[in-house]
């Protein structure tokens, strides 16, 4: 893919949020580097210090914790337009308490994140763009989804699943869906099954 065309799916996304002056964005694509990487390939490790986040051109990303016996809960998952990163391990500089990795061949960029930050203290648009990235994609819906796992049976959970991510349906294995809502497998097979019934022909 040539560069030209993800450079400009990346500021179409930014201004999507708000306009990105010339400036801001010739100083931004200056701290990000183009990545291709294989399905099942580890894009941030846990346990390690991450220097940088990343915008998915194409392909799709999971985010996961992993715990004390081995099981993975996949926390979220970041496709076309999405900011994959470990936001806390960054701001904190500390190591990473999630793992990212890749569940389909994906085109990405990576941010320099000191850059970035140098970028955002000195730019109003980007600190605009930063405030109503936030408040979309960490307040709003993260306080929505907390909501729903808590109040909410797993049915329900699954069919606000399937409102919100319509596209990732037919592009996750059943049991990366079943990991994100916090049931098993054969919980969410009798779930599906049940919803197809339901279903008008």
């Given at each position: 893919m040539h560069d030209t065309t993800i450079y400009k799916a990346f500021k179409h996304s930014l201004d999507a949020y708000t306009p990105i002056s010339d400036i801001t964005w010739q100083a931004l694509k200056a701290a990000t580097q183009q990545k291709r990487l294989a399905k099942h390939q580890v894009l941030y490790p846990a346990g390690d210090i991450p220097s940088t986040f990343a915008w998915v051109f194409s392909g799709l990303v999971r985010g996961y914790v992993c715990d004390d016996k081995g099981n993975e809960y996949n926390k979220r998952f970041f496709d076309e337009g999405k900011f994959p990163g470990a936001m806390s391990a960054l701001l904190t500089n500390t190591p990473s308490k999630l793992g990212f990795d890749t569940l389909e061949e994906t085109i990405l960029l990576e941010i320099d994140f000191l850059a970035y930050r140098r970028l955002l203290l000195k730019s109003d648009d980007l600190k605009l763009f930063q405030i109503y990235y936030l408040?979309?994609?960490?307040?709003?819906?993260?306080?929505?989804?907390?909501?729903?796992?808590?109040?909410?049976?797993?049915?329900?959970?699954?069919?606000?699943?399937?409102?919100?991510?319509?596209?990732?349906?037919?592009?996750?294995?059943?049991?990366?869906?079943?990991?994100?809502?916090?049931?098993?497998?054969?919980?969410?097979?009798?779930?599906?099954?049940?919803?197809?019934?339901?279903?008008?022909?």
């Open positions: 408040e979309k994609n960490w307040l709003l819906d993260k306080d929505e989804r907390e909501i729903t796992l808590v109040q909410q049976d797993a049915s329900v959970r699954y069919q606000l699943f399937l409102d919100e991510f319509p596209n990732l349906v037919e592009r996750l294995p059943q049991y990366h869906v079943a990991s994100h809502l916090g049931i098993t497998p054969t919980q969410l097979s009798r779930i599906r099954k049940k919803l197809s019934i339901h279903q008008p022909m």
